[in-house]
């Protein structure tokens, strides 16, 4: 589960990348764009968090 937690941040961030994907190769609406904007923002988050958490491990 650790191993799972280290990377949920670069995750996050792909699969924002994968609806940015899906928006521009056909299904265009303002709800994809936001969904996208928010697993970005949640990835890089999620990104810093975990590595903090993980440095004050060692």
């Known amino acids: 589960m650790n191993k799972f937690l280290r990377y949920l941040g ?3 961030v792909l699969l924002g990348v994968l609806v ?4 521009y190769f056909g299904m265009q609406s303002n709800f994809m764009l ?4 928010f697993l970005f ?3 890089i988050v999620a990104h810093i ?3 903090k958490m993980f440095m004050e491990d060692k």
């Open 10 to 12: 670069i995750i996050l």
């Open 20 to 23: 940015l994907a899906l928006y």
């Open 41 to 43: 923002v949640a990835g």
């Open 34 to 37: 936001g969904t996208a904007g």
């Open 49 to 51: 968090v975990t590595n």
